[in-house]
């Protein structure tokens, strides 16, 4: 049976949201989400907690569906079993906190991954077959004690399930050979790939070095990149996102360019100062939020990575764990200007540093270690197997809208127990948890009393600052959302506001793209603060919120599952997953901007414009017209 997104192109899968449209003066809407209610856990808030051992170690994780989180792990003897051969893939359900095998048929060792638009999620890439100690397998067709064929042409596809019935299933087209790519969703929801390498090692050099550019659905044969021709030998996973000018920034080794992908025109910016942020060197890095406020302007943040030029990386006298990572951070507003500017250093130097955007608009930073780069091997040098040392077990957490120099802080945060190093990733659940796992600097599966850094299962929850305050139950989100259109209503009674009328004032509505967790990466993760205004009342302390569908552009936050939130007083809803876009592959459709009504703060609930003493009812005024009472008169329940 071919794979889903191949037997049924544009179709998005029944799991992220139920295809239904309520259509008003000639206006489609979505389905609404039922009100979220409180998360399920107490947390222990601003620590960790860890909650069970995963069945495989985390190299790649992503949040599938609102229950379920998916592991990807390199080929390896995990002890867990699936048709007679290791586990390196595995589901991990979030009610029940309960766990399947999966097979990802191939070796996945550092692949990349991301989701089309349409909701199906893309693993591409990998290794070779393996064998014992991650030596290459006496066939590459499979078989041996792993029985893994060689990954590195490979594109797994998953559409995720609730049901326990999905399975990874591999795309009879292949790709070129790729060992650390790459992966960014584009405004039509398909996918770009970039960069890797054929064989592997430490850092890439040219006579395995893959510098170029393919596309899933293909376009065609790859095509050259100069700035990943110019860049080794730290080019692997070039830094990579898709800005709202349409453009793609990358960054790679000091380097950074425009892509203009249609044309295939590289544009130089300035070389990023300080650091290598890419891997090996892995600085945490993510866009932060676009937001109304900020006109939707992408700036990128790089923190942390390590100084190390690039004839350092191959020399002999190079003695990696004994280097100390970098405090630096810096941030680019790519469309305003080609010139990085210096931000507020790290609390503490930090290399594998994973950055998480948490939905009160904040950035957590966690993983990773002080000395040293990501990878391992056998050298006499390394700390076991690791090129990392001195872990840093503390969070910390960065707030882009505060005063420069006093954007971090670790106050009362408090420290995991478990070493994070290589290998280790992170992801934001529905929640507003953030799940933690991974970490193996090994080349196969090593565990016992004398190994500093072992394979890891452990897998914990670190609970925010908001974790344990009572939710926001909004009423009314939608399930779909359009590029333009019309706004839509969502109501909130005197619990969702804290009994205030004024923290209307601050609430907002915000939608998150969680991304691909692997190597201090979470390709394609985004915040994006939807246009609001309000209808509140004074005199119950409830509200109704006018909110804008998504911005005119899809570049701004590409189409495909995401996470929605309302946010109050910093304190987000649970977050509903939902559908940004068509669900189809393509062109997106481009809607005229409704207006928002102009934010309001009336006295008396008792005013004649639908509101009821709960808080329950809804408008959305277009023209001068009440469109809920004109709907009601459309169906025969009220007379104008």
């Not at 089309?116 to 014992?132: A, D, E, K, P, R």
Request: net charge negative; with cysteine; aromatic share 8%.
């Amino acid at each position: 049976m071919p794979p889903p997104i191949l037997s049924s192109m544009g179709l998005v899968s029944a799991s992220f949201f139920v295809a239904s449209f309520l259509v008003v003066l000639g206006t489609a809407q979505s389905a609404t989400l039922p009100a979220p209610g409180q998360p399920a856990r107490h947390g222990i808030v601003n620590g960790f907690e860890i909650i069970g051992s995963s069945l495989v170690s985390a190299q790649q994780i992503f949040l599938g569906t609102a229950d379920k989180v998916y592991f990807v792990d390199k080929v390896e003897n995990n002890p867990t079993r699936i048709k007679g051969h290791p586990a390196w893939a595995s589901e991990w359900g979030l009610s029940a906190n309960d766990q399947r095998p999966m097979d990802p048929v191939t070796n996945s060792f550092c692949a990349g991954g991301n989701v089309l638009g349409n909701g199906t999620w893309l693993n591409i890439g990998g290794n070779q077959g393996v064998s014992y100690g991650g030596q290459p397998a006496a066939s590459q067709y499979g078989g041996g004690p792993y029985n893994n064929p060689d990954g590195r042409q490979s594109i797994r596809l998953l559409d995720p399930c609730d049901d326990g019935s999905c399975d990874w299933v591999m795309s009879p087209t292949q790709i070129d050979q790729r060992w650390y790519p790459t992966l960014e969703t584009l405004e039509d929801g398909t996918m770009i790939i970039l960069g890797g390498c054929r064989n592997g090692g430490y850092v890439n050099d040219a006579g395995q070095d893959n510098p170029t550019i393919e596309f899933f659905p293909s376009r065609g044969r790859p095509i050259t990149s100069p700035i990943l021709q110019r860049t080794l030998p730290a080019n692997l996973y070039p830094l990579t996102w898709l800005l709202p000018s349409g453009l793609l920034l990358i960054q790679s080794n000091w380097a950074t360019v425009f892509l203009n992908y249609t044309a295939n025109e590289e544009t130089p910016l300035d070389n990023i100062p300080d650091a290598v942020r890419v891997y090996p060197a892995s600085a945490g890095t993510l866009m932060l939020p676009l937001t109304p406020e900020n006109n939707y302007t992408a700036t990128i943040l790089f923190c942390g990575g390590s100084n190390i030029q690039p004839e350092r990386w191959t020399s002999p006298s190079f003695i990696v764990p004994t280097y100390a990572a970098s405090t630096s951070c810096v941030r680019l507003t790519p469309d305003v200007s080609r010139r990085y500017q210096r931000d507020d250093p790290l609390p503490e130097a930090r290399t594998m540093a994973s950055f998480i955007a948490l939905p009160d608009g904040r950035v957590l930073n966690l993983n990773g270690g002080r000395m040293g780069t990501a990878g391992y091997g056998n050298n006499s040098w390394a700390v076991g197997h690791s090129y990392a040392d001195n872990p840093v077990l503390r969070p910390a957490i960065y707030d882009p809208n505060a005063p420069q120099g006093q954007r971090w802080s670790t106050e009362g945060l408090q420290a995991s127990t478990v070493p994070r190093m290589y290998h280790s990733s992170a992801v934001l659940l529905p929640d507003g948890s953030v799940l933690v796992s991974g970490s193996n600097p090994n080349p196969d599966y090593l565990v016992g009393p004398n190994i500093k850094y072992p394979t890891e299962y452990r897998t914990e929850l670190f609970y925010p600052s908001y974790y344990n305050e009572r939710r926001p139950q909004p009423k009314g989100l939608l399930a779909k959302y359009a590029y333009g259109g019309q706004p839509f209503d969502v109501s909130l009674d005197a619990e969702d506001l804290f009994n205030d009328v004024s923290n209307v004032n601050q609430t907002k509505v915000v939608i998150i793209r969680p991304g691909f967790s692997t190597h201090a990466i979470n390709m394609g993760q985004r915040y994006v603060e939807l246009a609001t205004s309000y209808t509140a009342y004074q005199e119950n302390s409830t509200a109704i919120l006018h909110v804008s569908q998504l911005p005119p552009n899809p570049a701004i936050i590409a189409p495909g599952p995401a996470l929605i939130f309302v946010v109050v007083k910093g304190v987000p809803s649970i977050g509903g997953l939902v559908m940004l876009g068509s669900g189809q592959l393509g062109t997106q459709p481009i809607l005229p901007v409704g207006e928002l009504p102009q934010a309001n703060i009336i006295a008396s609930a008792s005013n004649g414009n639908g509101q009821n003493s709960t808080g329950a009812a809804s408008t959305i005024r277009v023209g001068g017209f009440n469109r809920v009472l004109m709907l009601l008169a459309l169906i025969g329940l009220v007379v104008l």
